[in-house]
C-alpha cells in the first residue's frame, strides 16, 4: 500500500512538472525528493554506511571542492536552457524506474511512457551537446520502454 502511494505521488509530482511552467519549478527539488526516498528506504544502516564511504571516497578521489562547485550550477539560473532541463528530467525518470527495481523488486510500467518520451528529447538534447554516447544509450532505453510498454499493453495470451 505504501509503495502504492509513493508511485503515485511520484507520478503526480513529475505530472505536475510537465503539465505547469517547469522552468520556473527548482529542479533540485526534485533530485533532493528521490535522494530522500532512496535513504529513507535504505533502512539497514550498512547499506546507507557503505554508500556514503563510497561517495565520500570518490568525491575526495575527483576533488570535493570542483563537485561542489558543480552542484552550485543547479542553484544558478543560466544552467537551466531547455536540453538541461529535458537531460535532468531523463534522469530523474530512469531513476523512478530503476530504484524501485532494484531495492524492491517493483517494476512500474507505466512510468516507461515518462521514460519514453524524456529519451526521445534527450537524443535532441545530446544533439546540442555533441554526445554521441548519449545518443546510443538513449535509442536503446527507447528500445527497452516500448518493449514493455508493448509487453504490459499486448500481454501473450
Known amino acids: 500500500m505504501w509503495a ?3 508511485f503515485r505521488s511520484c507520478f503526480s509530482f513529475i505530472t505536475s512538472i510537465i503539465l ?3 522552468q520556473k519549478i527548482h ?3 526534485m533530485l533532493i525528493f528521490l535522494f530522500a526516498v532512496v535513504l529513507l528506504y535504505l533502512w539497514n544502516m550498512r547499506y546507507l554506511l557503505i554508500f556514503i ?3 565520500a571516497s570518490l568525491y575526495y578521489l ?3 571542492q570542483r563537485i561542489l562547485e558543480r552542484y552550485k550550477m543547479f542553484f ?3 544552467y537551466w536552457v531547455n536540453y538541461n532541463i ?3 528530467c531523463s534522469w530523474m525518470a530512469k531513476a523512478i524506474i530503476i530504484v524501485p527495481g532494484l531495492i524492491f523488486g517493483i517494476e512500474v510500467w507505466y512510468f516507461h511512457f515518462l521514460t519514453l518520451a524524456t529519451s526521445s528529447l534527450l537524443i535532441w538534447a545530446s544533439m546540442k551537446k555533441n554526445l554521441p554516447t548519449l545518443i546510443l544509450f538513449n535509442t536503446i532505453w527507447i528500445c527497452i520502454s516500448l518493449t514493455i510498454i508493448i509487453r504490459n499493453i499486448w500481454p501473450n495470451t
Do not use: D, P, T
Open 53 to 55: 564511504i563510497f561517495v
Open 27 to 29: 529542479m533540485l527539488s
Open 86 to 88: 529535458i537531460e535532468f
Open 76 to 78: 544558478k539560473h543560466e
Open 4 to 6: 502504492n502511494i509513493f
Open 62 to 64: 575527483i576533488g570535493s
Open 20 to 22: 505547469n511552467n517547469w
